[in-house]
């Protein structure tokens, strides 16, 4: 949607004159386990050329390659990630929130929750999302969610939950 026209408007084409792929950046900053050459590099290209092209390029630098059917299924895919993390974040926060007045420590929860083998993913609550994609990478989907006339409510919610959290986090302070 941005570069494709800004490169045709000097009158090349997509697919002859260049090839137009997308692979989003997959980080956790600080984590030595995961780094970006063990991540798996999903990317999707314009067309299918563009697709082989960026294949084999990451293929050269990274252990497993996810090819999707386009640029969009690419960003999505980020979208995704980063959507899935903000909303059980926000989950975490409010039931700090709800469990602090009834005496329940939620990090002792987290702890015996995560020691189920299935169905269960520890997430963490605190003052603020960290990073700089997962505060903002949901209210993109929002916009564009906009323009179809859908709304996000609960991307939207999970933004409120986790953006009241630094006022809950200083109130606390203040009380301590």
Request: net charge negative; hydrophobic share 40%; charged share 25%.
């Amino acid at each position: 949607e941005v570069m494709r026209p800004i490169l045709e408007e000097t009158g090349l084409v997509s697919g002859r004159d260049f090839f137009l792929a997308y692979s989003p950046e997959r980080e956790d900053p600080g984590n030595i386990t995961f780094t970006t050459s063990t991540i798996p590099k999903v990317v999707g290209g314009d067309d299918e050329g563009a697709r082989r092209l960026a294949v084999a390029l990451y293929e050269q630098v990274v252990p497993q390659v996810v090819p999707v059917s386009g640029t969009r299924t690419a960003e999505a895919t980020k979208l995704t990630e980063n959507i899935f993390r903000s909303v059980n974040i926000a989950l975490v926060n409010e039931l700090k929130i709800v469990f602090e007045p009834m005496g329940i420590d939620i990090w002792e929860v987290i702890e015996a929750a995560k020691t189920k083998p299935f169905g269960f993913m520890p997430f963490y609550p605190g003052p603020g999302l960290g990073g700089h994609c997962i505060p903002i990478d949901p209210f993109y989907l929002t916009w564009k969610a906009r323009e179809h006339q859908i709304s996000t409510r609960f991307i939207e919610l999970a933004g409120e939950v986790n953006t009241m959290m630094p006022r809950h986090v200083v109130d606390r302070l203040a009380l301590a």
